[in-house]
């Protein structure tokens, strides 16, 4: 997956869930900027990242990453 779409994603579900940027990076012990850079596409998100964010996100990580389930298209 491309990093753009990763941070696209993150940025979606972060708003879907009405959660601030502020309010994740805090969670995730990071600094704004840097999940700035991730939401942007500036940065790859590592796969512990991902897993933290779907955790904070209350999402599944297949979820994040745009994976369909056994049975979906």
């Known amino acids: ?3 753009v779409r990763w941070g696209r994603r993150i940025r979606a579900f972060r708003r879907l ?3 601030k940027q502020v ?3 805090k969670e ?3 600094s704004v900027s840097i ?3 991730i939401e942007q596409g500036k940065r ?3 796969e512990k990242q991902l897993e933290k964010i779907a955790a904070i996100l209350d999402i599944k990580l ?3 990453k ?3 389930e056994e049975g979906e298209e």
Do not use: Q, S
């Open 1 to 3: 997956m491309e990093i």
């Open 17 to 19: 869930k009405m959660i």
């Open 23 to 25: 309010e994740l990076a």
């Open 28 to 30: 995730m012990d990071m």
């Open 35 to 37: 999940l700035g850079k």
């Open 44 to 46: 790859v998100p590592t």
């Open 62 to 64: 297949e979820e994040l």
């Open 66 to 68: 745009g994976v369909a």
